[in-house]
């Protein structure tokens, strides 16, 4: 089969960081900041299957014998590792993926190639949506993510690996090959232990200089293989992102506000904003959700969740934001009660129990889904901002005369 490849691509390779360990450090603070070996005890038979980044200091890496790591790191935290636990949280990351995009390939638990060509437009560009992935995992997870952003699979996976922990590193359109130029052969697919040798044996040291070598003399040498490695060194590789097909397990939008605040009528404008956006992707998708979660982070940094199931699953705006609403509501009124003032700095909905396929059911309203239909066209030529719902519009003309009122007095 021919793949149809694009002329300019943009893909991104995303890298969970120590991802058991930090999953661990998350879930027990008091490990943070300490060296943690997931896999079992200093004195098992067994290999790490993961080290934090302060163990990786003692020279502890994955697939080491624990008893090694044990005599390196006497003092470590050793866990035995929890499978269920680690499978939760990528399954949370791959869902922030795959509301990016749907061409989402997992490479293993904690990695994964997503191809934003055909949706970056919707989220300002691969560099932005890279940013916001970093972002959400580290806000709505408690995790970190190193991201690399190339045209092609290649430079995105070596890029995701250059500047860890947390990295971010974006190799331009055209640029490929002086990106891979001065890193160490090594760094290249395909140049394995055995390869390197022999290419070292040659006086190659860096991927640019495999690439300035004749071809020809690859091939003769090294068969059909020393051209792929050839290809590569000169930045191209035209394997394509092949989603998995997997139905998204939740779609969200969260946003943190510059200063905390305790106006409610703020919040709601912005829950709204977010519950549209949650919809438009929902209806995007032909999907509709059955439970809705209200998310929220109060000062100083605790992050609190609501959530509320319908009797039917729904893609629309107004559905999921009174549902959001009420559930805000509802935890400002219990911090009222209980003599707490919480100010809020992140707000955030997300749609979960995803069922896929619109059909109208025995209770929607045409009109409601017309609407709903001509405001995601509008939207989609204009952009986000080219049309408020009334509702909007009231809160911002209420705070602007609430605002004129203190003024005046």
């Known amino acids: 089969m021919n793949v149809m490849v694009p002329e300019h691509r943009a893909i991104l390779h995303c890298d969970l960081d120590a991802f058991y360990a930090s999953v661990e450090q998350r879930d027990h603070p ?21 080290a934090s980044y302060e163990a990786r200091a003692f020279g502890i890496h994955s697939a080491m014998p624990l008893q090694t790591a044990g005599r390196l790191c006497p003092d470590g935290i050793f866990v035995p590792g929890d499978g269920q636990k680690y499978e ?13 995009t749907p061409l989402v390939e997992p490479i293993s638990l904690d990695e994964a190639f997503l191809d934003v060509t055909a949706t970056e437009h919707l989220f300002g560009g691969a560099e932005s949506i890279a940013r916001a992935l970093k972002r959400d995992v580290r806000e709505q997870l408690g995790l970190v993510l190193s991201v690399g952003v190339a045209t092609n699979k ?43 040798e022999v290419l070292e044996g040659w006086g190659l040291r860096t991927i640019a200089e495999l690439a300035a070598m ?38 969200g939008h969260s946003h943190t506000f510059d200063r905390n605040t305790l106006d409610g009528a703020t919040i709601e404008s912005m829950l709204l904003a977010l519950s549209e956006g949650v919809g438009r992707r929902l209806r995007g998708q032909q999907l509709r959700g ?33 549902t959001a609403r009420q559930l805000l509501r509802d935890a400002l009124a219990e911090d009222r009660r209980n003599g707490r003032t919480s100010p809020v700095r ?14 109208m059911g025995l209770f929607d309203h045409v009109r409601t889904t017309r609407l709903n239909a001509a405001l995601d066209a509008v939207r989609e030529k204009f952009g986000d901002t080219a049309l408020d719902r009334a509702s909007a519009r009231l809160r911002e003309r209420r705070r602007f005369s609430d605002r004129r009122t203190k003024k005046s007095t």
């Open 290 to 322: 059955r439970t809705i979660t209200l998310h929220l982070r109060v000062a100083p940094f605790e992050t609190r969740t609501r959530q509320r199931t319908l009797a039917e699953p729904t893609d629309d705006d107004l559905k999921i934001f009174g």
């Open 346 to 359: 992140l707000v955030g909905v997300t749609a979960s129990g995803i069922e896929i396929g619109r059909q």
């Open 30 to 50: 008091e490990y943070r900041g300490k060296p943690v070996i997931v896999g079992g005890g200093p004195n098992d038979r067994g290999v790490v299957a993961a």
């Open 154 to 196: 290649l430079c995105a996976k070596i890029g995701s690996d250059l500047r860890k922990p947390d990295g971010l590193v974006i190799v331009p359109a055209g640029g490929e090959e002086a990106f891979l130029a001065p890193l160490e052969l090594g760094r290249l697919w395909g140049v394995g232990p055995k390869t390197r």
């Open 214 to 251: 004749d071809v020809s003399v690859l091939e003769t040498r090294l068969g059909e293989h020393g051209r792929h490695i050839w290809e590569r060194a000169h930045g191209i590789d035209e394997g394509v992102v092949i989603g998995d097909g997997r139905t998204p397990k939740s779609v």
């Open 88 to 100: 939760a949280a990528s399954d949370a990351v791959m869902a922030l993926f795959a509301e990016r």
